[in-house]
């Protein structure tokens, strides 16, 4: 421990980084979090009966951390963290847990106005106003998925694996993460069971308002793959594109949604524990190890998040009007949730959006190669 935590640590700031996949300042700050919670004080440092002092927080952390960074298993850790097995195994337990509990709310919230209102700037800069997220789905093999339960468990993946389904933007910031849906489903069964969709159901999410080609329209919008439905608020590519500007259409959306996919590969390389079979017996373990991750790499990314460049000049003009109104159900909750699938699942504002998209997107970027 004194490599890294000693008053002349043996490895630098950069060589914290690379062994902790974050800065120093960061993991400090989890550290100081998890040892000031109120509700639990696993993590502060205690005699046992005998007056000996347990481990210290920094060596807890620590031993989470590398579990999670590196996909060692318990007893590997025994040498560098010297801590048994069963500590181990207790510790990221309660790691997660702690982080889900104290961090989540904070790294795992759903976009509020000032988040939309950046992303919506973030996206129209790329050539598509009104869009707020790439969506898509990951799987994570389960090497201990009981035998019984494998028929569930194994997709086109040929072994179990459990769905994480998640909206990425640009920055790599994940703004939602549903995770447990069984292997054997694909992305529409996992977003029957997703949360995602609920505030727009129940009438309560945010207007968005935004223009395209001259046409006004009221709902934002993700970018998909294929196999999502010609929805309003789903804007996926052309197979077989004719045309030139159907053709540049599908590279800009192509190339946009691959934010989705490139945060799934850095989640995974800075979480190697979600690259490899999972040892785990248990979903819900599955799942605090996965919240868990993917908050820690909302925090290392907003830390490590450099200036993009976007002005925010427009918050300050006299005749700036927000695109993102809010919107609150003040009718019977049935009529406001027919209206609100209706609309959700409206296949003519699908096309009419992306004909209007593909216009759009000629005009800006239809002569460059």
């Not at 000693?6 to 630098?12: A, I, L, R």
């Not at 914290?16 to 502060?44: A, H, K, N, P, Q």
């Not at 989540?104 to 919506?120: A, I």
């Not at 850095?266 to 979903?283: E, G, N």
Request: aromatic share 10%; net charge negative; charged share 25%.
């Amino acid at each position: 421990m004194k490599d890294y935590f000693g008053e002349n640590p043996t490895y630098n700031d950069k060589d914290f980084r690379r062994s902790f996949r974050m800065r120093r300042s960061l993991f400090e700050t989890i550290v100081s979090t998890l040892v000031e919670d109120d509700e639990s004080d696993y993590f502060v440092q205690r005699p046992d009966a005998t007056g000996k002092l347990g481990f210290l927080p920094e060596q807890k952390v620590t031993c989470a951390m590398r579990m999670l960074a590196y996909g060692a298993s318990a007893d590997q850790l025994d040498e560098l963290i010297r801590m048994g097995e069963s500590t181990v195994l207790e510790t990221l337990k309660h790691f997660c847990e702690n982080v889900i509990r104290l961090l989540g709310p904070e790294y795992l919230r759903k976009p509020t106005k000032d988040d939309l209102e950046t992303l919506l700037a973030e996206n129209a800069s790329r050539g598509f106003p009104g869009m707020i997220g790439s969506l898509d789905c990951m799987h994570w093999t389960w090497k201990n998925c009981p035998t019984a339960w494998q028929g569930a468990f194994q997709g086109k993946e040929k072994v179990s694996t459990v769905i994480l389904e998640a909206v990425a933007s640009k920055s790599l910031w994940i703004w939602h993460a549903f995770y447990g849906m069984p292997g054997a489903n694909n992305d529409l069964n996992v977003l029957e069971r997703s949360p995602l969709l609920n505030d727009l159901v129940n009438g309560v999410a945010p207007e968005v308002r935004f223009t395209v080609n001259g046409a006004d329209y009221n709902q934002a919008y993700y970018l998909t793959d294929g196999i999502y439905p010609p929805w309003a608020i789903f804007q996926s590519s052309i197979s077989a594109p004719q045309g030139n500007k159907r053709k540049r259409y599908a590279t800009e959306q192509e190339a946009v949604r691959k934010d989705v996919e490139r945060t799934f590969g850095v989640l995974q390389q800075r979480f190697r524990i979600l690259a490899l079979p999972c040892k785990l017996w248990k979903v819900d373990a599955m799942n605090d190890v996965m919240l868990a991750c993917i908050i820690l790499h909302n925090m290392i990314v907003e830390d490590e998040l450099p200036f993009d460049g976007l002005s925010n000049d427009y918050l300050f003009e006299d005749n700036w009007v927000s695109p993102v109104q809010s919107s609150l159900a003040n009718e019977c909750p049935v009529t406001t949730i027919a209206r609100a699938l209706s609309a959700i699942e409206d296949e003519e504002v699908h096309y009419e959006l992306r004909n209007d998209l593909i216009e759009h997107i000629w005009r800006r970027f239809g002569e460059r190669n």
